[in-house]
């Protein structure tokens, strides 16, 4: 019985929660002054500063604003954190080529708009700026299971852990591993990825793990993700905690 109301009221909060989060997500944009600076945005969320330097070096970020003031379509960006970046094998971001790091980068960008409610239904596979979504190509899939919403690729699965900015033509939802392309990572990619070490003894730089890639540290993604659900509880502890007292 008191078993029964208590899961009644959980089920409540996390109906709760959604509503929340979902209102929260539409909150209108703070002070319209000019156009939208995708690297502004990204630098006041803090942890993507290896994003915003690819982005610079890519030129995709001057794109994206142009593309944001002249299109009405709108855009979405799933956005890696430093974290995720660094725990990609050293090395992965070197090996690829300037054509291939735009590759990269286009694959995090859907050129239309999506709220967090059509993020959940659109249909698969799902078009980036990278192009052909082929299965061998530049295929992301959304896949959602309960409240968590998933991106793959084929090569990457993982959870869109948090809304960072949406102002009706601009989403960018943070993810907590970069989304890898089966064009550049998968089964019959060319392989960029490092080669055994017998093979280059003294080869070009690719090999050298890259200073700016930092190291791999192995347990840092399962406890993101740990934590990311950890936050969501919070939040919906803080949520009965404010009903209660509204
Ligand atoms: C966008 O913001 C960044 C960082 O605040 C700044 O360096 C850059 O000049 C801005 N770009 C435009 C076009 O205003
Ligand atoms: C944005 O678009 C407006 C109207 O199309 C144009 O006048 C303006 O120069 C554009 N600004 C940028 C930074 O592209
Ligand atoms: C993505 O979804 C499409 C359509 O449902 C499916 O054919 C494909 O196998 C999926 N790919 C991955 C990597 O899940
Ligand atoms: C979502 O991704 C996480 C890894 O980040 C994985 O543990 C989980 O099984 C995935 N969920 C679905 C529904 O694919």
Redesign the pocket.
Known sequence: MATNSLNLLLLLLITLHCTTTTTLAQAPAPAPSGPTNVTKILEKAGQFTTLIRLMKVTQLGDQINTQLNNSNQGMTIFAPTDNAFSSLKPGTLNSLSDQQKVSLLQFHVVPTYLTNSQLQTVS??LRTQAGDTA?NKF?L?V?TSGNQVNV???VTDTTVSNSIYTDGTLAVYQVDQVLLPMSLFGPSAPAPAPEPLKKKKSGVDDDAPAAGDGGASADASGGVVFNGNLGGLAVGVVGMVAMFFL
């Open positions: 698969n596979p299965s295929p899939n896949t793959s690729t084929g």
